[in-house]
């Protein structure tokens, strides 16, 4: 599974963005998918993930603010980024795993994509 990520890119507080990531493989239906973001300095941390069902989970830092969907059919999951705030400022990555072992630590994913900067001005 080959992954990239895009969409980001320089933004107000307050406003929005969509990330997005395409995804290569015929797995995709069934892989679990999630974002992670690392700000300078910092390890890179959970964000939201979903997988098979329609189920979706995310960090604290970001629910009600975030949305996690995807189009099978276009092999693609989104991240919908609303009132974003300048602490949401870091690269964001997604992330394919091929079974469900957890979702919220790098660990459980075997595929990444290169990253997307998004910045968060105040």
């Known amino acids: 599974v080959q992954l990239q990520a895009f969409g980001g890119g320089l933004v107000q507080a307050g406003g929005s963005l969509r990330l997005s990531c395409a995804a290569s493989?015929?797995?995709?239906?069934?892989?679990?998918m999630g974002w992670f973001r690392q700000a300078p300095g910092k390890e890179r941390e959970f964000v939201a993930a979903?997988?098979?069902?329609?189920?979706?989970y995310y960090a604290d830092s970001v629910k009600g603010r975030f949305t996690i969907s995807r189009d099978n059919a276009k092999n693609t999951v989104y991240l919908q980024m609303n009132s974003l705030i300048p602490e949401d400022t870091a690269v964001y990555y997604c992330?394919?795993?091929?079974?469900?072992?957890?979702?919220?630590?790098?660990?459980?994913?075997?595929?990444w994509g290169q990253g997307t900067l998004v910045t968060v001005s105040s």
């Open positions: 992330a394919a795993a091929r079974a469900l072992r957890g979702v919220q630590t790098t660990k459980d994913y075997d595929y």
């Open positions: 493989g015929r797995t995709f239906s069934s892989s679990i």
């Open positions: 979903t997988w098979s069902g329609g189920f979706t």
